[in-house]
């Protein structure tokens, strides 16, 4: 028995079947964009943790930050005592996300708690209670964030979910469709207009959360001028609006925000994963003035803002400016949707190629017909491609997207080998080569 499958029988043993397992893959050690198993196998990570790696696995100078602040101060909790780290990754994080005059910051672990507090932030800013989400979101597993959530099949058996969330279509604009992003924001603006008339009472609604790139629902991209309407629509009525940044941030669409791509202030956003360089962190940025309605020893927690979390993200910041992240994740975003591009033109399939900066997707349908969503055929590229010492992921409320989370430190010939991985297994599971035919 290999040491890989050593370690999956031990984990069935102990580990309760709610923990989700992909596929049994192990991970022994990584460096970079490369994760290497328990077996000594090298894998290109085109996954980075969901999503966390984007300064990639053992950044010298984030492991050095985490040493040194190991050695000096491990936990203290940010309620008993104020600690160095703590402040300083919130000035660094007000100074980097300016929402407004002026800016605060809280710090938590996941963004899911993340996400909790900022409706807390929110409710107590407002005197309201209702929250508005979307369909195909992913907001997190702790109960408001379960409920924000959209794929069902993460919350099976898990309710009674928080009363006061109602949930509206989000904005989808598909290429194979040919829809107008204007005509799909008028449509759906107007749509949530006459839900504030029908469904919930205006003077009832504290926030509006959107993610302006889905993560789990498959990174559908939210277009300018919904985003646009949706800021004047939260202004008129008083509605805090909330963007979850968690999967967005810290370069991953080649800006520090993805609201920056639609110059466009929220009230509160939400951080994590790539935050961390591998440490669980978290935040909630916002406007001080609602940052500050919330009532001392409402938010925060035990560890929030451990100094050892601190001391990495601190690090891993520091690393994305001097190593110029965003710049790169723009030009990866632009090589991946230029061979998915060429890939959808061959291979009927292929039904969409959506994303911003460096979160590409690509997504497969049954006899090219987005209808009828072909989440098989996507797990089988994905084994195919973990087979060929590729580590892909899937996404999308139904599982037939393959996500590209690679970390933005990726070489220029990882990232074209990978990128051939997976376009070699595309074809082996598909009705045409993906190197022959076209399209029409």
Not at 155 to 184: I, N
Not at 292 to 306: C, E
């Amino acid at each position: 028995m290999s040491m890989s499958d050593n370690l999956i029988r031990r984990r069935e043993r102990v580990v309760c079947a709610g923990v989700s397992r992909m596929s049994d893959l192990t991970a022994g050690s990584a460096s970079g964009a490369t994760l290497v198993d328990l077996d000594a196998r090298s894998f290109i990570d085109f996954a980075g943790g969901i999503g966390v790696m984007n300064v990639g696995h053992g950044d010298e100078d984030v492991v050095r930050a985490i040493r040194e602040q190991a050695g000096e101060l491990l936990h203290a909790s940010i309620h008993v005592a104020t600690y160095e780290p703590y402040v300083e990754l919130c000035e660094k994080l007000v100074g980097l996300l300016p929402h407004g005059k002026s800016t605060k910051a809280m710090l938590v672990n996941t963004g899911a708690e993340a996400v909790e507090n900022a409706i807390k932030i929110a409710r107590q800013a407002t005197g309201r209670a209702g929250v508005i989400c979307f369909t195909g979101a992913f907001h997190g597993r702790t109960l408001m964030a379960t409920t924000l959530t959209s794929k069902v099949s993460y919350k099976v058996g898990c309710g009674p979910f928080a009363p006061e969330v109602y949930r509206l279509p989000y904005p989808l604009v598909r290429q194979d469709r040919g829809d107008s992003a204007d005509e799909v924001s008028r449509r759906e603006l107007a749509r949530l207009r006459s839900a504030l008339r029908d469904t919930v009472e205006t003077g009832n609604v504290a926030a509006i959360i959107l993610e302006l790139v889905q993560g789990e629902g498959g990174f559908n991209v939210a277009p300018q001028a919904y985003v646009r309407g949706l800021r004047e629509l939260c202004d008129e009525h008083g509605i805090v609006l909330i963007f979850d940044e968690v999967q967005t941030g810290f370069g991953r669409t080649g800006r520090w925000a993805a609201s920056e791509h639609y110059a466009i202030t929220p009230d509160l956003s939400t951080w994590a994963k790539s935050m961390g360089g591998g440490l669980p962190i978290s935040a909630v940025v916002g406007k001080a003035e609602i940052m500050d309605r919330a009532a001392p020893g409402t938010l925060g927690g035990t560890y929030g803002g451990n100094p050892v979390a601190c001391a990495a993200a601190l690090a891993t910041i520091r690393r994305m400016e001097s190593l110029g992240l965003n710049e790169r994740a723009a030009q990866q975003g632009d090589r991946i949707r230029e061979r998915f591009g060429a890939i959808m033109q061959r291979v009927p399939e292929v039904t969409d190629v959506r994303g911003l900066g460096a979160m590409m997707a690509i997504e497969f349908s049954r006899n090219g017909d987005p209808e009828h969503p072909d989440a098989a055929l996507t797990n089988d590229i994905i084994a195919t491609c973990r087979e060929s010492g590729l580590i892909v992921i899937p996404a999308g409320v139904d599982g037939n997207v393959i996500r590209v989370l690679a970390p933005l430190v990726i070489t220029d010939a990882e990232l074209e080998r990978g990128l051939a991985i997976l376009e070699e297994s595309i074809s082996k599971h598909t009705t045409q080569p993906a190197q022959a035919g076209a399209k029409g």
